[in-house]
């Protein structure tokens, strides 16, 4: 292909001295053999237009016909966030989360930090861009062009939306915007960054009862699935900065669960939402529903369920389900995935006690029971916390290994920018041979090709008699070492239940006594091996996961006091 545009040019290279010339993606010339780029360039005059376009913008190839147009942060900001929806939608969320849900929320964002939709805009980061040579794409992945030429769906309209109307309130927020600007650092709300991105998400699959939790959006972006550290490179060719502003579009890290819980927090205010959707009990988000999940996730058996139910209805949790942003309710954002780990904590440590002694014995009676259901020949399996115990620490130290080497092997670091264009040209070339180089590294080799990435799942193990990879199933075993029957009412075995003062406050907040340090000398191991286990699961700091299981400890407490005290008077 490129030896049509190429032939004519029979000088030899400077360096290696072959006539062996090929066109880069800049259509300059390169030497094949030792990838010497020189100042010729192919020019390529291209007319491109589009339906509903009146206007007729000459795209070309070279230094003398390159054409520079401008663009606003927010529209980059748009585009990564139409992406990381496509990605949502092909895992199996319902197309209309984009258009009735995230779409509507953008806009408002756009419109209380005064980007678009205002009459008064606030000034952004605004962008000169090289129109490159590449054929308009249909849809919403159409190029961004000027803010007279985008249509409805750039505008961040939905399809209910007038396009006129976009076009107006898109050009009022384009033309307040002074050209050849930097992005400014402000205090205010009005600044977007790449994790507004992941909250507006976690926001919308919240607002529309989605079963994604807050932890399986982070999941789902630390591998990959959809798209945030290397996000900007899914932009479209014309928008790609060859300058440091693209860093506002660069991230190193994937942020933690409170991270990201405390910015849509932040938003909720922001926005001055009204109240969400009431999170019912057949919903995938509410706790009753996210617990059997999280049971099946840790092979623990069904039977734990009803318990987990009781204390989620001691503890009132029923009716904070409710999400608002209100000031006169002042209810935060739930974490529900953090509330449901935490009530299955509290019923564990209400059955077996974890002290690191009641727990032992009641394994030892349940031993006892299934040498007694062998000899009867009973259906049927007793559970046993120390057998549980030995077959999640060992799967949970394979999955922590595959997760450390996965990690390992992932390109965290941004790919070069380019700080000048000058050094553009210098920094693909070494790109291109360092990519050339792992190819023949990799067929000098002979490494097999390594398997596709499995699909995402919702379970970080899998249990089974016949397919399981990490160990045979327990959600089936029977609680009758930890429970008995008496007058018709099941009761635990164990009669009494520790726990830290409850009036204690948050140990990240705090110094002293009340610091995580202090609070793991406390507690005990059995204890602490639990929090760590879920904290594997969601992915949540030990010191949050221990902060909502006091908060329940202390609704169930309080609640039974209350009780206690009718029942006396």
Request: proline share 5%; with cysteine; hydrophobic share 40%.
């Amino acid at each position: 292909m490129d030896e049509e545009f190429t032939g004519d040019y029979q000088e030899a290279c400077g360096q290696c001295g072959s006539v062996a010339w090929a066109l880069s993606e800049e259509g300059r010339f390169f030497c094949k053999s030792c990838h010497n780029v020189i100042e010729r360039a192919h020019v390529v005059d291209t007319v491109l237009t589009a339906p509903g376009l009146t206007k007729v913008s000459t795209m070309g190839r070279g230094k003398n016909t390159e054409r520079r147009r401008q663009w606003v942060a927010c529209e980059g900001f748009q585009f990564i966030l139409m992406k990381q929806a496509a990605a949502l939608i092909m895992l199996g969320v319902p197309p209309s989360f984009k258009d009735d849900v995230l779409w509507p929320l953008w806009r408002r964002f756009l419109q209380m930090s005064k980007q678009a939709y205002t009459h008064n805009p606030d000034e952004s980061a605004k962008f000169q861009v090289q129109v490159v040579d590449k054929e308009l794409e249909s849809g919403a992945e159409s190029s961004f062009l000027s803010a007279s030429e985008t249509d409805g769906e750039t505008c961040l309209s939905s399809p209910a939306t007038s396009q006129a109307d976009s076009h107006s309130d898109w050009s009022i927020a384009s033309q307040s915007i002074n050209a050849h600007s930097t992005p400014r650092r402000k205090s205010r709300r009005s600044n977007m960054r790449m994790t507004e991105t992941l909250a507006l998400i976690h926001l919308a699959l919240v607002w529309s009862r989605q079963a994604l939790t807050l932890g399986d959006l982070l999941r789902l972006a630390n591998d990959g699935h959809i798209p945030y550290i290397h996000a900007y490179q899914d932009l479209p060719e014309e928008m790609r900065l060859d300058c440091p502003e693209a860093l506002i579009f660069t991230v190193q890290s994937v942020p933690t669960h409170q991270e990201l819980h405390r910015k849509a927090q932040t938003l909720v205010s922001f926005l001055r939402l009204p109240p969400f959707p009431p999170i019912r009990h057949q919903d995938p988000l509410h706790p009753a529903m996210l617990s059997l999940r999280y049971l099946v996730d840790a092979n623990l058996p069904d039977e734990l369920h009803p318990w987990v139910c009781m204390l989620m209805e001691r503890s009132g949790m029923a009716d904070m389900m409710r999400v608002t942003s209100e000031p006169s309710s002042h209810v935060a954002l739930p974490q529900y995935d953090v509330q449901a780990a935490a009530l299955i904590i509290v019923a564990i440590k209400l059955l077996f006690g974890l002290d690191d002694r009641t727990e032992w014995d009641l394994s030892n009676g349940a031993g006892k029971l299934m040498t007694e259901e062998r000899t009867s020949h009973r259906p049927g399996s007793v559970f046993s916390l120390r057998r549980w115990y030995r077959q999640l620490h060992a799967a949970k130290l394979q999955a922590q290994q595959a997760r450390d080497r996965a990690a390992a092997r992932k390109q965290w670091k941004a790919t070069p920018l380019y700080p000048s264009r000058k050094l553009k040209y210098v920094v693909m070339k070494k790109k291109r041979m360092a990519e050339q180089l792992a190819l023949c590294l990799e067929r000098l080799s002979q490494r097999n090709q390594r398997a596709p990435p499995a699909a995402p799942s919702s379970f970080t193990f899998c249990w089974g008699a016949a397919n399981g990879t990490d160990g045979p199933s327990l959600r089936h075993d029977r609680l009758d070492a930890v429970v008995s029957l008496k007058q018709g009412v099941l009761t635990p075995v164990n009669k009494a239940y520790w726990h830290l003062p409850l009036a204690s406050c948050h140990p990240r907040n705090c110094v002293g006594s009340c610091t995580w340090k202090a609070v793991e000398a406390a507690v005990s191991r059995s204890f602490l091996w639990l929090l760590q286990l879920f904290c594997f699961l969601l992915q949540v700091s030990q010191a949050d996961l221990h902060q909502e299981v006091i908060k329940i400890e202390r609704r169930v407490l309080s609640s039974k006091t209350t009780e206690t005290n009718r029942s006396t008077s």
